[in-house]
């Protein structure tokens, strides 16, 4: 590379960061700033007030969170729930698109009203999940008490733990598998029909079609997908928050200690103790996928 072109790449590079420079300043303000001052924030007793000193108690505030009971359970209800809705939106995800992937009649509508649950407000898929089992004018409990006489009586459906737990994870994967849905059949409409074709001569089920073609092809997004999924559900909030007060998923719990017991400290060290626990988990996962492809 002679001196001229040098210099132009090097001035070409300058023009690109001083392009970047106002988005960069803006993510650092943004994100970098919050991120750090809710380190720092985390190692000090944060009073209400905030004309008045904060109190450093250095790792006082781990230590509280560690010697925590609600803390355990939280996180216990937290891991479940991340597993369940993560397995279960990517395979119903995962389901849908390969079974749709090929022509039919109404296609777009139907492809349309699976990604409506990820387009439309969450708000109002909330309040119609929580108006379907109503106890009193609900369509779930008039089909079951008054038209299949299933039961005497409407359950409570939002009253009770176990069944509160699995209706907001229900609604979890109702609102995200569109995602993977989504993901997944870009991917697939990128595979050559002929490798299909090839393997139908040679006598191969649905199965091997599967397992030799469409899941190598995949593997890559369904890594991706699995890792996103993890991280939105493993922080979720509203939607457990608005659904139902007997899930008390580690979002929950963290706004509940930083705005009803306002022990700011406390939340900064549950923040910083999740982000390490799925930072760690991600790059686990990561780390074990890539390693396969690999060998």
């Known amino acids: 590379m002679t001196t001229a072109h040098l210099t132009r ?18 993510l650092l303000l943004l994100i970098g700033y919050p991120m750090f001052y809710n380190v720092y924030i985390s190692f000090f007793d944060v009073p209400l007030n905030p004309k008045m000193p904060s109190l450093f108690v250095g790792l006082g505030n781990y230590l509280s969170l560690f010697k925590d009971p609600t803390f355990y359970r939280s996180l216990l209800v937290t ?9 279960l939106s990517t395979v119903v995800g995962l389901f849908t698109a390969v079974f749709l992937n090929r022509e039919f009649v109404g296609k777009r509508w139907v492809n349309a009203i699976i990604i409506m649950s990820y387009v439309v407000p969450s708000i109002c898929l909330i309040f119609v999940w ?41 609604f979890a994967v109702w609102r995200f598998f569109p995602y993977a849905h989504m993901s ?8 050559d029909n002929t490798l299909y074709e090839a ?23 369904l890594a991706t997908v699995v890792s996103l999924r993890i991280i939105w559900v493993f922080y979720i909030y509203a939607e457990v928050y608005l659904l139902s007060s007997k899930v008390d998923v580690l979002g929950v719990y963290l706004y509940k200690m930083a705005f009803a017991t306002r022990d700011f400290g406390k939340a900064a060290a549950i923040s910083i103790v999740l982000f390490v626990l799925i930072f760690s988990l991600i790059m686990l996962i990561r780390k074990k996928v890539f390693k396969h492809e690999n060998d």
């Open 199 to 221: 393997a139908e001569i040679d006598g191969a089920t649905a199965w091997n079609k599967f397992t030799a073609i469409t899941y190598p092809a995949l593997k890559q997004t």
């Open 9 to 26: 790449a090097q001035s070409n590079q300058r023009f690109a960061y001083s392009l970047l420079a106002p988005s960069l300043l803006l």
């Open 184 to 191: 997944f059949t870009a991917i697939l409409q990128s595979i």
């Open 79 to 87: 891991i479940s729930f991340t597993l369940l809705v993560t397995l």
């Open 130 to 170: 929580k108006y379907m089992f109503n106890n009193i004018f609900g369509i779930v409990n008039y089909i079951l008490v008054d038209i299949l006489r299933l039961a005497k009586t409407a359950p409570l459906w939002f009253d009770k733990p176990a069944s509160a737990f699995i209706l907001v994870a229900l």
